[in-house]
């Protein structure tokens, strides 16, 4: 399967962007799908994930109540809603994919995940 993200920009504090990750090559209802953030130097941390078979969500503390995850099976697609931006969400956005249902710890791990998109930059300012 191949990810291509799209959606990132620069936004001010306070706004909302939704970034979106088109899927292809495969079914990917079925896979676990989830968002991760890099900002240049720093290790990559979890943003956002959803299980591919119980479709329960799972989101990092810092962006609990903020970010929505959500997925339309028919345009093999899944979004991430981002509101109530701060300058610290500033990053470099991913989403990624693997088959099958991972658990809430595993689903965390950007090792657990076998695709990956290519990233898409979003930028806060305040």
């Known amino acids: 399967v191949q990810l291509q993200a799209s959606g990132g920009g620069l936004v001010q504090a306070g706004g909302s962007l939704r970034l979106s990750c088109a899927a292809s090559?495969?079914?990917?209802?079925?896979?676990?799908k989830g968002w991760f953030r890099q900002v240049l130097g720093k290790e990559r941390e979890f943003v956002a994930g959803i299980s591919g078979i119980s479709g329960k969500t799972h989101y990092a503390d810092s962006v609990k109540d903020r970010f929505i995850i959500s997925t339309e099976s028919a345009k093999n697609t899944v979004f991430l809603q981002m509101n109530n931006l701060k300058p610290e969400d500033t990053a470099v956005y991913y989403c990624?994919?693997?088959?099958?249902?991972?658990?809430?710890?595993?689903?965390?791990?950007?090792?657990?995940?076998?695709?990956w998109g290519q990233g898409t930059q979003v930028t806060v300012s305040s």
């Open positions: 990624a994919g693997q088959p099958g249902e991972l658990g809430s710890l595993s689903l965390r791990d950007g090792a657990r995940y076998d695709y």
């Open positions: 090559g495969r079914t990917f209802s079925i896979y676990t």
